[in-house]
């Protein structure tokens, strides 16, 4: 009795055997197309990032070429400097843009105007490291009654006051901001909204 049982169970078997081998003869080939489909989309999207990367780094270089060739004083100097600062900005280069920024604040050869503004950018871009008592004296020497940038220097010195927990300081230099006759609407605008989030 268990013999003829386990004739039927090999046999069994082997059918199902010979179906597996069946099958796999005739769709193996799917999951072998799958594994190529997805290693080839891979290996695309790489070639396409790589590609991507090579055109952004062949723009930065032909731009910094262009800003080399530029006067080396005045204000096309002033603003080619701007510009490298701005695709070191974009290119997360933070440090960098500070540099570039200070440089031309400090550059006698640039117009004024020009220094104010990038004295400004780089104290509006110093990084978490950047000591908050350098950045209040750049900001300070900026926010001096009759300065171009007057109203935004003091909206930047309300935020690193902020930033350190002065809130009373900071504050005050929202009113300030608020009650100067030549305050722009848009700045005015955040000024108040910051207080009411201030309470």
């Known amino acids: 009795m268990s013999n003829p049982e386990s004739f039927i169970d090999e046999v069994s078997e082997e059918v199902r055997r010979d179906r597996l081998y069946?099958?796999?003869?005739?769709?193996?080939?799917?999951?072998?197309l799958a594994v190529l489909a997805i290693v080839g989309g891979a290996a695309w999207v790489e070639w396409q990032r790589s590609q991507d990367r090579s055109a952004a780094e062949a723009r930065g270089d032909?731009?910094?070429?262009?800003?080399?060739?530029?006067?080396?004083?005045?204000?096309?100097?002033?603003?080619?400097?701007?510009l490298l600062a701005a695709e070191q900005q974009r290119a997360g280069e933070i440090a960098a843009a500070?540099?570039?920024?200070?440089?031309?604040?400090?550059?006698?050869?640039?117009?004024?105007l020009y220094r104010d503004v990038a004295?400004?950018?780089?104290?509006?871009?110093?990084?978490?490291?950047?000591?908050?008592?350098?950045?209040?004296?750049?900001?300070?020497?900026?926010?001096?009654?009759?300065?171009?940038?007057?109203?935004?220097?003091?909206?930047?010195?309300?935020?690193v006051n902020l930033a350190q927990g002065d809130t009373e300081?900071?504050?005050?230099?929202?009113?300030?901001?608020?009650?100067?006759?030549?305050?722009?609407?848009?700045?005015?605008?955040r000024a108040e909204g910051l207080m009411v989030a201030l309470g």
Do not use: C, H
Not at 22 to 32: E, H, S, T
Not at 64 to 76: K, Q, V
Not at 98 to 112: I, K, M, N, S
Not at 174 to 181: F, S, T
């Open 22 to 32: 069946r099958n796999m003869r005739r769709y193996g080939w799917i999951p072998l």
């Open 62 to 82: 032909a731009l910094l070429a262009a800003l080399e060739a530029l006067p080396t004083d005045g204000a096309a100097r002033a603003v080619g400097r701007m």
């Open 98 to 112: 500070e540099a570039t920024l200070q440089a031309l604040a400090v550059d006698a050869a640039a117009p004024e």
């Open 119 to 159: 004295a400004l950018k780089a104290a509006m871009l110093t990084s978490p490291d950047t000591d908050p008592a350098q950045r209040l004296i750049a900001l300070e020497a900026l926010a001096a009654p009759g300065a171009p940038f007057r109203m935004l220097a003091l909206e930047q010195i309300a935020l």
């Open 169 to 189: 300081a900071a504050l005050d230099q929202l009113r300030q901001i608020i009650e100067a006759a030549e305050v722009t609407p848009g700045l005015r605008d």
